[in-house]
């Protein structure tokens, strides 16, 4: 499961607990200890957020930004009418599940785009960004940085095995109908 897809179900989950679409970034760092909490701080506050800084370069709109540290699920993703009333129907195990009960990823994914002449890329699974002119400059770069954000960590903490190996997507315009 993708991080986005594990944050937007944390939310949920807080939200119908409490009785309404609102909650602090804060709260779903605590309900997802298994993941690094500055990649969930920066899932919420800019990739999952739709009036996040229009510099960061990929964004899902499960989030908006209501007032300072407090966000709110938007509308097409409250998969139900909440009410005061309503169960909350238990997730799959793995949403629930410790560190020592999830396999570490092998993989750190990251996204690359061209932009104004520069190749940028950005980790999915740890908060990590890197550009360069080339492809290889940028490879080399995201090396680097994603074995630098590792070295003051533990691997396990961030759900990852000591010497993961790093995939790269590269992201195309779509090419408009003629």
């Known amino acids: ?23 602090k970034p804060s709260e779903i760092v605590v309900a997802l200890p298994h993941l690094n909490s500055r990649t969930v ?61 999830m396999a570490p990823r092998e993989t750190v994914h990251a996204v690359v785009r061209h932009s104004r002449g520069w190749y940028v890329g950005e980790c999915l699974e740890v908060s990590v960004v890197s550009q360069g002119r080339t492809l290889d400059e940028l490879v080399d770069g995201l090396r680097d940085a994603v074995s630098l954000h590792m070295e003051d960590e533990d691997p396990a903490d961030l759900g990852l095995v000591p010497a993961p190996r790093l995939a790269v997507t590269y992201e195309l315009p779509a090419r408009p109908r003629r």
């Not at 499961?1 to 949920?12: C, G, N, Q, S, T």
């Not at 229009?54 to 709110?72: I, K, M, N, P, Q």
């Open 1 to 23: 499961m993708a991080i986005h897809d594990e944050i937007l179900r944390a939310a949920l989950r807080i939200c119908r607990k409490r009785g309404g679409w609102k909650f």
């Open 41 to 101: 701080l920066t899932h919420v506050v800019s990739r999952c957020c739709v009036n996040a800084p229009a510099h960061h370069a990929h964004r899902l709109d499960y989030f908006r930004r209501v007032s300072r540290g407090v966000y709110e699920i938007r509308r097409p993703y409250r998969r139900t009418k909440l009410e005061p009333t309503q169960r909350v129907v238990a997730e799959p195990r793995a949403s629930y599940a410790s560190r020592e009960d």
